[in-house]
């Protein structure tokens, strides 16, 4: 049975990395002692050793331990072998190109689908979806294919933002980017506002969090979804 947690952010204003969700993960993660971490997005020219360690310091606070799949030989088995996951944010462009690369998007769709814990936040949310293809970030790679891990029926817009009325910027809102995809393109798409996060089990998606997020469908105007809404209703 599928168990995600598809967050929109890791990091709130205000908070250290993971700390608004953290009672939360405590729950999650409940039955696992260790949690493979994919540090694949990172794109900074920062080695994955280090972004580890920022997940490493905050999953002690739960007295889970996590190990960086880049530490493994093979890592095909890590996630096989995995008893919870998480991917981290960064770059969507490089993590996508990075699984492709690996060979591990199958191991991931079929680990999860037989009820491993997932955690996404940012770019490991979007993969998630059914493609990548409504990401924010610059594409400084080229992967192989916008193709995802189709866990859930949608596509991901993380870090979702509302246009503000007091800004003098004249370029494309938010919303205006997800409707000119929706000119090519029929898969729905999810705003996720900072500080949530959908609790999605087998085929129920269940929004939480402190906000609403926004769905754009295309064709249709698009539907303010209060928090807790059962968002899996919206695609029978």
């Keep these: 049975m599928k168990n995600l947690i598809v967050a929109s952010t890791s990091t709130v204003h205000g908070s250290s990395y993971l700390e608004y969700i953290l009672p939360t993960l405590t729950d999650f993660f409940k039955e696992a002692s260790t949690i493979l971490f994919i540090p694949y997005a990172r794109a900074s020219g920062k080695p994955y050793d280090e972004y580890t360690a920022i997940a490493r310091k905050a999953f002690a606070k739960i007295d889970k331990k996590v190990i960086g799949i880049h530490e493994f030989d093979n890592p095909k088995e890590a996630v096989q072998q995995a008893e919870a996951i998480f991917t981290g944010g960064g770059n969507t462009f490089e993590l996508v190109n990075q699984l492709y690369q690996n060979d591990i998007i199958p191991d991931l769709i079929a680990t999860i689908e037989n009820g491993t814990p997932y955690l996404g936040t940012s770019a490991g949310s979007n993969i998630c979806g059914v493609t990548m293809m409504n990401t924010n970030d610059m594409p400084i790679v080229y992967p192989p294919s916008f193709k995802t891990l189709g866990l859930i029926p949608f596509n991901i817009n993380a870090h979702y ?76």
């Design 161 to 236: 933002l509302d246009p503000n009325p007091d800004s003098t910027h004249m370029g494309e809102t938010r919303e205006m980017r997800i409707k000119e995809f929706h000119v090519f393109n029929e898969t729905p798409v999810l705003g996720l506002r900072e500080g949530s996060w959908l609790e999605v089990k087998e085929d129920s998606i269940m929004l939480r969090g402190n906000h609403s997020a926004r769905l754009f469908q295309q064709n249709k105007e698009a539907i303010e979804l209060e928090k807790e809404t059962k968002i899996h209703q919206y695609f029978k």
